[in-house]
Every structure is written in C-alpha cells, then in structure tokens.
C-alpha cells in the first residue's frame, strides 16, 4: 500500500509575461502514495491549477522532475505521453466549457476509449459507456442527450466517466466540485470516495474550500504564490496548522454553527501579492503577522519539522 | 418579532412567475418575509430556489416582459414598491434600499472610474447639494469606509482585484446610507481570506449606519457569522425561518431539507466517512410537484405529503413547513 505512485521533484513552471516571468509554481516536491488522496489547497492565483496540469504535461514544466510510477514523464511530447495518459487522467473544474456542446454524453464517454483505440468491436464499447454511466449514476436515458440539457451535476459526472474510462490509476480532480451547489456537491464527493474505495485511485485533489479538502485527503498541501508552504496529514493541519498562512486560512472559514455569530476572524489582512517576478523571502512576508527580518530576505526552505510534516517558515517554532 | 411598525421590509404572500415560451416558470410561490431595523436575515437555498428573484423583486427590478407578481405585497417602510411609479422608485433605490449584486467583475462599468460610479450614485439619490470638490471629498471617505484608499478613486475597475470590485461594489451600495442593504452572495465570488475581510468591514458598516440587511447566500458558515435570523428557501418557498438559534441548534426539530442542507457540508471539526446528501435534484419550476415540493426528494415524505396544502407548524419565533411538524417539539422529547 505504502508504494509511491507519484513524485514531483523540484517541480517549477513559469510563464513569460510582458513584465516578467511569473512562477505559477515554484520550486515543489512531494510524493503520493498509491490509493492515497493528496488535496492541495490555496487562494485563486496561488498555482494550484497550473501544478495539475503541469503534473500530467498538459503544460511543459520549466524545470524538476515528475516520476510516474518510476518513469520520468517530465518533458514528454503528446505522442510520448500517449501511454501514460491512459494511467493519468484529470477532471475539469467547469462542466460547462469541458464538454463538446456537439458531442452526446455517450460520444463525450467514448471519446478517450476511442483515442485509445481500446475496442474493435463496437457492441463492447457501447457495453463500456453504458457500465461507465452506470458507475457515475448517470441514467440511461441521459446516452443520447447532449451537455447543454444537463445541470451541472449530471455534466460533472459526465466528465468523471471520461477520467474513468481508462481504468487510470492517478486522477488530478481540479476543482471538480466548486460549480456545483451543496447538496449536488455531497452527492458527487461520495461518488469519487466510493470509486475510490473500490477500485483503488489515487487523487490529486485541487481545491479553494477546506471542508471538502479535509473531508476526502489523506494528506494536505497548502499553497501560496506558487510555493508550497505546509503539507501534512489531514488531521494534523487541522490540529496544528504551523505555517501562519495555514493558520490564518484555517481561521477565515465561516463555521456553519452557533457561536460564531460576529465573531471577529482578525482576517489575514492585504492581499496576494503579484506572482510576476517576485520579491527574495517568504513569499507570504508582506500579509504575514509573525514576520521577522530574515522573511523578507531569505527563502525559507521547505522541512520535515516533525514527523510526517512538512513547512516552509522561518519562524515554525516560535 | 411582528410588531409592523418597526419593520423595515414586509413581503406578504409574493408569487412570481417568469413566462417564456408558453411555459410558466414559478420562481416564488407564496413566501412572507419581516425585516426589523437593524436586523440580519440570512435568505438561503440552492441555484433557483428564487433567491435572487426576491431580492430583485423588493426593488421593482424584475424584468418587464417575462416577469411577473401575480401575488402579494412588498411593504418597503410600510409603502408598497409594487404599486410604485417608476419616478418614485428611484428615489427608493439607492437611498432607501440598495442591493449589492453577486458577481464583481461584471456589475462595475469597466469604462468609467470606480470613483465616478460611486458619485453617480450620489448626485442621483442625494439628499444634499454638493459642490464637485465636496463630492470628491464624500467619494474618497465612502472608500475609505469600505477600506480602499481615497486616492484610488482615478482608477478603473480593471485596476483592482476581485476582493477591491466587490467592496467598491459595497461602496456603490452604502454611499447614501440605505435603510435596507440587500446583498446578493456578496462573497460567494471570493477568497476565502478576502471573503473573511469583507464580512468583518460589513459587519462594521452595519454597525455605523445602522441599516437592516438581507443576505443572500448559500453558505450557511456565513450566515451563522453574520445574521440575526435565517430563512431557508427551496423550489420558490420557505420551508423554515426562526432566528438563528432556531435555525441551527441541532436540538430544535428541522425541515427536512434543512437537514440534507447540513448534510451536505463536510464538518471541519467531526470527522465523517460519508455525507449524507439530498438525493436527487431541484424539482423543475416549470413543472413543481403537487403538495410539498419537496416531497420527491425528501427522505421522510408520506403519501399526505403529495396533495393539498402543507401547513405551517409554529413556535415561537421558529416556523417550518412541513406536515410532519405538527407538534413541534425538541427531537429528542
């Protein structure tokens, strides 16, 4: 169980702007177990995104090294990564603009079996969409309809029968809840949790909202400006979160109970500062309370503090 | 609670139907709501749960030709904005009540500056004269209040982040000191960090200016933070209103729906294998189910629940809709 499916080393990415270069990710490493849910949360902007497709090649990294299963995939062309794509799958945040209006659901469903060419026979590929939609809930009826007459959970779950397809092992889930409203939401969470559970993926799940990071991962990851500044066990973070952007995150989330009524948070104050060229230090220095001279000179460099968990701060233990 | 003359806002029995290629849309179906000065009211319910059209409704902004109130009264200081002309309307507008719509980035006019936008508000609904200078002047403290330095009010929309739009947003909104602050999921669009900043600056405007507000939302983790009293809305009705002790002590008995609301959310401080969801999906207004609307989905539903009129159990300030309600006492009695 304790086998390493994916291992980022120095993973970077950066983009050419008119005003420089923006790290969108900067300088991660970590690694997944397989069967194991890694969330990865942050603030619009903080690179989360961009780390998934980077992962998978959807988007070249600049630098580092991804291991798949104990191939470097880094640096891969389309043609090259054709394989391990059948391994490594992603489902889109917005079921909207991720489906071929023109396509029917079960063409959508298809489509990477098709790619893949994993049938000849087309009686079996049809078997296969049908026990697909079967295993995302989605009702027969729905085979030949097109995205624009489903709500967004039935179109979240098209795309979770496209990631599906090819029985991959790894699946990057970007923010593949956040479009839907609460109560569809829990419907699809329990979903990916079951599918999990029976057939043994590992997650690479991408999201903003706590709650539902902490409810399905295994371990956290939590970034900012494109640094990773705190990864440990799930419950761990939530116990003792020791990054003071941890902290602060944990503290502006609104508790649906009573007793918290006017509650001042003392927010984070300022906001994200631009990732374009950033300044030397800790790139959260500027909002951070706890700052001290070395912030705002020095990297802080990304340490096992304790066992099994990871944190990039001067100041950790003070 | 329903002593009229402190109210500022009263919707008695509101229908609204939308009509659109023949077919009849019933957004709102018979919903009372009472906002006293200086209160809260948390409205929440899910994507067409008829939210957004009561807010637009309590200002007469619904849209003309598919819009429709075939029911009820909408009493803004005692006087019914449904029977308004539009010349007093928009005195009402902006001076008596305003609304803080949901998305930023597209509710500012990218063409002109945010400190023009805040001022037009001002020279439309102002009481008093001003100079330009003395409006200048206004512009910049209103900015201030919503924590933007006066001196940005030369630049344009495109200038600011999602978290600044949407307090100039507030600005535009609270510039003549509204009796009434709708604000339509008025941190739905941000970050978290900046969704906590924005509630603690309204939560300190709200006090300065005293004005009652009706939030909309669909988060109940910023309702409990926020609001004085909470009414749960589902397929155009409300299904529980009570305050907020009403509404989120787990010991007081709740409308189904409630409950699946709760549900859904993964708790941060218990941990839990599985949520227990809402099966199924929002029913189609356009074809609402007969009885309860909620009944196709609900977990508890019996065959009364399919026909006729499903009454309101009452205690207290704490109302729910639901046949099963009949006594209401505490769930564990």
């Given at each position: 169980?304790?086998?390493?499916?994916?291992?980022c080393?120095?993973?970077?990415?950066?983009?050419?702007?008119?005003?420089?270069?923006?790290?969108?990710?900067?300088?991660?490493?970590?690694?997944?177990?397989?069967?194991?849910?890694?969330?990865?949360?942050?603030?619009?902007?903080?690179?989360?995104?961009?780390?998934?497709?980077?992962?998978?090649?959807?988007?070249?990294?600049?630098?580092?090294e991804?291991?798949?299963?104990?191939?470097?995939?880094?640096?891969?062309?389309?043609?090259?990564?054709?394989?391990?794509?059948?391994?490594?799958?992603?489902?889109?945040?917005?079921?909207?603009?991720?489906?071929?209006?023109?396509?029917?659901?079960s063409?959508?469903?298809?489509?990477?079996?098709?790619?893949?060419?994993?049938?000849?026979?087309?009686?079996?590929m049809?078997?296969?969409?049908?026990?697909?939609?079967?295993?995302v809930?989605?009702?027969?009826?729905?085979?030949?309809?097109?995205?624009?007459?489903?709500?967004?959970?039935?179109?979240?779950?098209?795309?979770?029968?496209?990631?599906?397809?090819?029985?991959?092992?790894?699946?990057?889930?970007d923010?593949?809840?956040?479009?839907?409203d609460?109560?569809?939401?829990?419907?699809?969470?329990?979903?990916?949790?079951?599918?999990?559970?029976?057939?043994?993926?590992?997650?690479?799940?991408?999201?903003?909202?706590?709650?539902v990071?902490?409810?399905?991962?295994?371990?956290?990851?939590?970034?900012y400006?494109?640094?990773?500044?705190?990864?440990?066990?799930?419950?761990?973070?939530?116990?003792?979160?020791?990054?003071?952007?941890?902290?602060?995150?944990?503290?502006?989330?609104?508790?649906?109970?009573?007793g918290?009524?006017?509650?001042?948070?003392?927010?984070l104050?300022?906001?994200?500062?631009?990732?374009?060229?950033?300044?030397?230090?800790?790139?959260?220095?500027?909002?951070?309370?706890?700052?001290?001279?070395?912030?705002?000179?020095?990297?802080?460099?990304?340490?096992?503090?304790?066992?099994?968990?990871?944190?990039?701060?001067?100041?950790?233990?003070? | 609670?329903e002593?009229?003359?402190?109210?500022?806002?009263?919707?008695?029995?509101?229908?609204?139907?939308?009509h659109?290629?023949?077919?009849?849309?019933?957004?709102?179906?018979?919903?009372?709501?009472?906002?006293?000065?200086?209160?809260?009211?948390?409205?929440?319910?899910?994507?067409?749960?008829?939210?957004?059209?009561?807010?637009?409704?309590?200002?007469n902004?619904?849209?003309?030709?598919?819009?429709?109130?075939?029911?009820?009264?909408?009493?803004?200081?005692?006087?019914?904005?449904?029977?308004?002309?539009?010349?007093?309307?928009?005195?009402?507008?902006?001076?008596?009540?305003?609304?803080?719509?949901?998305?930023?980035?597209?509710?500012?006019?990218?063409?002109?500056?945010?400190?023009?936008?805040?001022?037009?508000?001002?020279r439309?609904?102002?009481?008093?004269k001003?100079?330009n200078?003395?409006?200048?002047?206004?512009?910049?403290?209103?900015?201030?209040?919503?924590?933007?330095?006066?001196?940005?009010q030369?630049?344009?929309?495109?200038?600011f982040?999602?978290?600044?739009?949407?307090?100039?947003m507030?600005?535009?909104?609270?510039?003549?000191?509204?009796?009434?602050l709708?604000?339509?999921?008025?941190?739905?669009?941000?970050?978290?960090?900046?969704?906590?900043?924005?509630?603690d600056?309204?939560?300190?405007?709200?006090?300065?200016?005293?004005?009652?507000?009706?939030?909309?939302?669909?988060?109940?983790?910023?309702?409990?933070?926020?609001?004085?009293?909470?009414?749960?809305?589902?397929?155009?009705?409300?299904?529980?209103?009570?305050?907020?002790?009403?509404?989120?002590?787990?010991?007081?008995?709740?409308?189904?729906?409630?409950?699946?609301?709760?549900?859904?959310?993964?708790n941060?401080?218990?941990?839990?294998?599985?949520?227990?969801?809402?099966?199924?999906?929002?029913?189609?207004p356009?074809?609402?189910?007969?009885?309860?609307?909620?009944?196709p989905?609900?977990?508890?539903?019996?065959?009364?629940?399919?026909?006729?009129?499903?009454?309101?159990?009452?205690?207290?300030?704490?109302?729910?809709?639901?046949?099963?309600?009949?006594n209401?006492?505490?769930?564990?009695?």
């Amino acid at each position: 169980m304790n086998k390493i499916i994916l291992e980022c080393k120095n993973l970077k990415k950066y983009f050419e702007t008119p005003y420089g270069l923006l790290h969108a990710v900067d300088d991660i490493s970590f690694t997944i177990n397989e069967g194991q849910t890694l969330g990865i949360v942050g603030e619009s902007g903080c690179g989360k995104s961009t780390l998934g497709r980077t992962i998978l090649q959807l988007l070249m990294p600049t630098s580092g090294e991804v291991i798949f299963e104990g191939d470097h995939v880094e640096g891969k062309n389309k043609k090259e990564m054709l394989p391990y794509r059948r391994e490594m799958q992603i489902i889109f945040q917005d079921p909207y603009s991720s489906l071929d209006p023109r396509m029917t659901v079960s063409q959508l469903i298809a489509q990477p079996l098709k790619i893949h060419k994993v049938y000849k026979d087309k009686n079996e590929m049809e078997a296969r969409v049908s026990e697909l939609m079967d295993t995302v809930g989605l009702a027969d009826r729905y085979v030949n309809m097109y995205p624009h007459e489903l709500d967004g959970g039935r179109r979240q779950r098209i795309g979770i029968a496209r990631a599906l397809a090819l029985n991959p092992k790894f699946i990057v889930c970007d923010e593949p809840v956040s479009s839907l409203d609460v109560s569809i939401q829990a419907q699809v969470l329990n979903l990916m949790m079951d599918l999990q559970d029976n057939l043994g993926f590992t997650y690479l799940f991408i999201t903003h909202n706590l709650s539902v990071v902490k409810h399905i991962s295994d371990y956290i990851g939590v970034m900012y400006l494109g640094k990773m500044v705190e990864k440990c066990p799930s419950d761990m973070l939530f116990e003792r979160p020791l990054h003071p952007y941890t902290q602060g995150l944990l503290k502006a989330i609104p508790v649906p109970s009573l007793g918290y009524k006017d509650k001042i948070t003392n927010a984070l104050k300022g906001e994200i500062s631009s990732p374009v060229n950033p300044k030397p230090g800790c790139r959260f220095a500027p909002r951070c309370p706890e700052a001290t001279e070395i912030c705002t000179s020095e990297d802080p460099k990304f340490m096992e503090v304790e066992s099994d968990h990871f944190v990039a701060c001067h100041n950790w233990d003070k | 609670m329903e002593k009229t003359s402190e109210n500022i806002l009263e919707i008695k029995n509101l229908h609204i139907e939308y009509h659109s290629d023949g077919e009849i849309v019933r957004a709102v179906n018979g919903i009372d709501l009472n906002i006293r000065k200086g209160e809260s009211l948390g409205l929440v319910g899910e994507t067409g749960a008829g939210k957004s059209t009561t807010a637009l409704a309590i200002l007469n902004m619904l849209p003309k030709y598919t819009a429709e109130i075939s029911q009820g009264e909408i009493l803004l200081k005692g006087e019914n904005v449904l029977k308004m002309k539009e010349k007093d309307l928009r005195k009402v507008r902006g001076s008596k009540a305003s609304i803080i719509f949901q998305d930023p980035m597209t509710s500012l006019n990218p063409v002109y500056k945010v400190g023009y936008q805040i001022e037009e508000v001002l020279r439309q609904h102002s009481t008093k004269k001003m100079s330009n200078e003395e409006y200048r002047d206004e512009v910049g403290r209103i900015l201030e209040m919503v924590g933007i330095p006066g001196s940005r009010q030369d630049e344009y929309p495109h200038q600011f982040s999602g978290g600044m739009k949407q307090r100039v947003m507030i600005a535009i909104a609270i510039a003549c000191r509204p009796e009434l602050l709708i604000a339509d999921e008025p941190t739905t669009a941000l970050d978290v960090t900046i969704q906590a900043q924005v509630l603690d600056m309204m939560r300190e405007l709200k006090k300065e200016i005293n004005s009652s507000v009706l939030l909309i939302t669909h988060d109940l983790g910023v309702v409990a933070s926020f609001c004085d009293s909470v009414a749960i809305m589902y397929a155009g009705e409300i299904v529980e209103y009570g305050t907020l002790e009403d509404i989120f002590d787990p010991e007081h008995k709740h409308h189904p729906y409630t409950d699946g609301l709760f549900g859904s959310i993964p708790n941060l401080i218990v941990k839990t294998d599985r949520l227990n969801p809402i099966n199924g999906l929002m029913p189609d207004p356009t074809d609402l189910p007969k009885g309860c609307k909620f009944h196709p989905r609900c977990p508890v539903s019996t065959e009364a629940c399919r026909n006729g009129d499903i009454p309101v159990a009452v205690d207290g300030t704490h109302k729910i809709k639901c046949i099963l309600m009949k006594n209401m006492r505490k769930r564990n009695e």
